[in-house]
């Protein structure tokens, strides 16, 4: 396993559309391999999530994974997943306001809508289909991933740019006031 290299905003390939796998390339040993140093590299770099364009792989390929994670501690506790060709399809009308960040994108965080629940198609990295509704903080989480692979940022759907700001200021102002938000949504929702 290898830690790869993160791209960071400003780098196009962050901007393409992720491809497609088949059955068959998904299970081979090179794509295998691949999904073992994604797994590792978003566990090395702390992230909540991270999609294989963000590690200059431009296929239909994140993980999630949140364990007591330090750069998130009002996230609930996620079990690892990998979606392949993921699909989401909001259940749902209602949006909820996620204060965000991304390893792509360093040192800032901001304000995005996120729908509240969703269904998500996709495979797992053995070709198990998956077909889950996820709720909550949780759901935003898997909408920013899913964005990754649609070329998209979380600064893109930034409605207001006043929210945006550094991991400090957003400790000594925000996190507070998010934090209280985030645990009433995950009473809510139970994720
Ligand atoms: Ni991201």
Known sequence: MAIRKIAVVGHPILRTVARRLT????????????????????????????AAIQVYEPVQICAIEVKDNPRYPYKPNVPLTV???????????????????????????????????????????????????VRGLTAGTYQHEVDHL?????????????????????????????AERARALVARFGS
């Open 83 to 133: 979606l392949v060709n993921p699909e989401i399809t909001p259940i749902s009308a209602e949006t909820f306001e996620n204060f965000e960040g991304c390893l792509s994108v360093p040192d800032l965080r901001g304000v995005v809508d996120r729908v509240t629940e969703i269904r998500v198609r996709a495979w797992d990295r053995h070709a198990n289909e998956i077909d889950q509704v």
């Open 23 to 50: 059955r068959e390339e998904l299970l081979s040993e090179p794509i295998q391999r691949f999904i073992d140093d994604l797994v590792e590299t978003m566990r090395d770099a702390n992230g909540a999530g991270l």
């Open 150 to 178: 649609h070329g998209k940022l979380f600064l893109d759907r930034v409605r207001d740019t006043t929210t945006l700001c550094t991991w400090k200021e957003f400790e000594r102002h925000h996190q507070a006031s998010f």
